[in-house]
């Protein structure tokens, strides 16, 4: 039963559209903090530094670095959804047993809370898209094509950051994920400067995560350059989202359903 | 042939039937293989000290805990993989309130329809009768977080009826509320229960086990202790009356040989004495000044504390 693989159902809709009804309420200072750090780094680092910088990988430093804030914003809204507000449902409200308690199951639960997570990537993605856009920042309409690719980032680390939710019994141990995982990638994956300027044997550690594949598909989307490899970037995340999403419902139940 | 389904469906159906009904944690086996069944249109109370397993059990039915052996239908039904359909059919109250505090009252009632697949104006309509109900019909846009307890716990039965439920466990429904909202809770259920419902219910109030339940078992440690009506429960476990005496026991020494046949047990300062006649105890007492005496029937409670002994749980 636990480890069986996860039932999708349309009941986890449901468990969305509980989240979508409360986002709904609290928009105004969710979309702040969702677009505020990203705009930060775009005009703070964006304006600051390319001055200096110029041009980096055949584009404005401004391109450059929106296209990878635009996959680490992702990244980021997914991670601390899939922590901080997963964990709060799951054990602070327990609104999961609630849910438990109706036709739900904790696959549909899980399989709700992921696809919330990548809604809600996908909504402050588009805000900051459209931020990017009247900076001069996006170059063609291909870059709509960026918002599926936010949506499946959202999918990846939805799964890791409910899995830290399940083995969690407070909010502190979300940093330890943080600050091992995310802010590594966050610095290491590309955002900032191309992973070819990284020493080899630390490209090689850099191409098995998962932002760096998110970034090198979002990244000839807004500059207009050809795309590559789109097989092999779709792919690796595919199999990133695939994998957490079993080993989060597989959690959760070992969690909830004692 | 039509009278013979008659009996079946409307008589002798059982909604839930358990035999053996087992569950483990580790090395701790909490519930130990226990036995029972609650027909359809009963109010079923499962009564037990704190760590007994009430809470274990109702879980297993629900099929939200998986058990470790024994067998359990829900109406009729036993199979984990069919659980989400056996839900659809219940209404819970939780033993903790999990409301949902980021919604208001009307939201939470419409949040939950959501969860089994219950939309637009017919649920509407039923949210507006179950907000009459349970009175909190002016309450309706009202944060969850400013509730008081007894508007929480009747919006948690509100929600438990959202589905109109077969079947409706409650899991110590009115702990912690003060007697007003107990009473209002309580005739509530009883309007429920004469609807045709069944309510499956815990509780450490021996007044309601008494007041709502037809059955009720009584379990201790994963077993069960007793079975039978709350009545049939007291005739057959304990004498008619209580004596209680207070205050210096200890000093004073009642030849008890010369009274009735009275079954003693002392717990803290007080001395029960359990017997079939109890006037000359009182008579012979009402001589000594110093010690305070009550004489009252016997009932539930006293039974339970024989059962399940008086020393402290968890
Ligand atoms: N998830 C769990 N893991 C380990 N032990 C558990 C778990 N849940 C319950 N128990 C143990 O099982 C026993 C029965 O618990 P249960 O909650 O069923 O008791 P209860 O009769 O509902 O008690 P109360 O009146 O306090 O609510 C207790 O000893 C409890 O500590
Ligand atoms: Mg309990």
């Known amino acids: 039963m636990t480890w069986q693989l996860p039932h999708i159902n349309f009941r986890a809709l449901s468990v969305w559209r509980r989240n979508v009804l409360v986002w709904r309420k609290l928009m105004g200072p969710s979309l702040l903090i969702n677009i505020g750090e990203p705009l930060l780094y775009l005009l703070g680092l964006g304006y600051g530094l390319g001055l200096f910088i110029g041009q980096m990988s055949d584009m404005s430093y401004l391109t450059f670095l929106a296209s ?138 850099v191409q098995l995560l998962p932002l760096t594949h998110a970034i090198q598909l979002v990244r000839p989307l807004v500059s207009g350059q050809a795309l590559t490899d789109v097989g092999l970037h779709v792919g690796v995340i595919v199999v990133y989202t695939l994998v957490a999403y079993y080993f989060a419902v597989v959690l959760v139940r070992k969690r909830l359903v004692v | 042939m039509a009278t013979q389904r008659r009996t079946k469906s409307f008589e002798t159906e059982l909604v839930i039937q358990a035999r053996g009904l087992t569950k483990r944690y580790g090395e701790a086996t909490v519930v130990r293989g226990i036995d029972f069944s609650v027909p359809r249109g009963q109010c079923f109370g499962l009564l037990g000290p704190n760590g007994a397993g009430k809470t274990t059990t109702l879980r297993m039915i629900l099929g939200v805990t998986p058990r470790d052996s024994g067998e359990l239908q829900i109406f009729g039904v036993d199979d984990p993989k069919q659980a989400h359909r056996v839900r659809a059919r219940i209404g819970v109250v939780p033993q903790l309130d999990n409301l949902d505090p980021d919604f208001s009252v009307i939201e939470n009632l419409s949040v939950y329809a959501s969860f089994f697949s219950l939309h637009g104006a017919k649920i509407k309509e039923r949210i507006r009768q179950l907000l009459e109900f349970t009175e909190l019909s002016d309450r309706a846009h009202t944060r969850i977080d400013v509730l008081s307890g007894g508007m929480k716990r009747r919006l948690t039965i509100a929600r438990a009826l959202i589905n109109d439920p077969e079947l409706i466990i409650l899991d110590e429904p009115t702990t912690g509320l003060d007697p007003q909202a107990r009473h209002m809770i309580w005739s509530r259920l009883r309007q429920i229960r004469q609807s045709g419902k069944t309510l499956l219910l815990t509780t450490h109030y021996m007044e309601e086990a008494e007041r709502l339940c037809d059955d009720i078992i009584i379990m201790d440690n994963g077993h069960i202790v007793a079975q039978g009506s709350p009545n049939a429960l007291v005739k057959k476990h304990i004498e008619a009356h209580v004596v209680e005496i207070r205050g210096a026991t200890e000093s004073i020494s009642i030849n008890f040989d010369q009274f009735p046949p009275c079954r003693r047990q002392q717990v803290g300062d007080t001395l029960y004495c359990y017997t079939d006649d109890a006037h000359p105890l009182l008579a012979h007492l009402e001589s000594q000044g110093e010690l305070i005496t009550l004489q009252r029937p016997a009932n539930l409670e006293d039974v339970f504390l024989k059962l399940t002994g008086h020393e402290f749980r968890d």
């Open chain 1, 68 to 205: 990878g804030i635009l996959a680490a914003s992702a990244m980021n809204t997914a991670s601390f959804e899939g922590m901080f507000s997963v964990y709060t449902r799951m054990v602070t409200q327990r609104t999961y047993e609630a849910m438990q308690a109706t036709p739900l199951s904790v696959d549909d639960i899980i399989a709700g809370e992921i696809l919330w997570c990548a809604t809600k990537c996908l909504i402050s993605g588009t805000a900051i898209l459209a931020v990017a856009t009247a900076l001069g920042a996006v170059h063609g309409t291909q870059a709509l094509f960026v918002l599926p690719i936010i949506f499946l980032i959202g999918l990846c680390f939805a799964g890791p950051a409910i899995i830290m939710s399940a083995f969690s019994h407070g909010y502190d141990f979300f940093y330890y994920y943080l600050t091992l995982f995310i802010t590594p990638m966050f610095i290491l994956s590309g955002v900032f400067y191309p992973i070819s300027s990284l020493p080899t044997g630390v490209q090689a550690v």
